[in-house]
């Protein structure tokens, strides 16, 4: 019952774009805070960003300006919006989520999605 699904990876040119969508239930779309992290070969997970149930973000400083994180209530769904993409954003993307807040999503999310490989070619 309570899951997240991603979907919308895959590969794209340099300076391309990538909009990956992250199904969630009812339950947990409405009281959670929701958020995207990635992970590279070899590297450590980050976050990539964060939405508060209230509408609050926080973005990594790689892709300020570049990617926004949205969600539509009537869909259960969160979205990640890549514009601008980069060799540098190759990686496993994953939905998280937290009832806990956008503090504790932003550092150790309670709920984890599969993840959906981007990969940017140059």
């Known amino acids: 019952q309570v899951q997240l699904v991603e979907s919308g990876g895959g590969l794209v040119q340099a300076g391309g774009s990538l909009r990956l969508s992250c199904e969630a239930s009812r339950i947990i779309f409405n009281s959670a805070a929701m958020g995207w992290y990635r992970q590279a070969p070899g590297k450590q997970r980050e976050l990539v960003a964060a939405?508060?149930?209230?509408?609050?973000?926080n973005y990594a400083d790689s892709v300020k300006g570049r990617f926004t994180i949205s969600r539509d209530n009537a869909k259960n769904t969160v979205y990640l919006q890549m514009n601008s993409l980069q060799p540098e954003d190759t990686a496993v993307y994953f939905c998280?989520?937290?009832?806990?807040?956008?503090?504790?999503?932003?550092?150790?999310?309670?709920?984890w999605g599969q993840g959906t490989l981007v990969t940017v070619s140059s």
């Open positions: 939405l508060s149930s209230g509408g609050s973000t």
């Open positions: 998280v989520a937290d009832s806990r807040g956008l503090g504790v999503v932003s550092k150790a999310p309670a709920l």
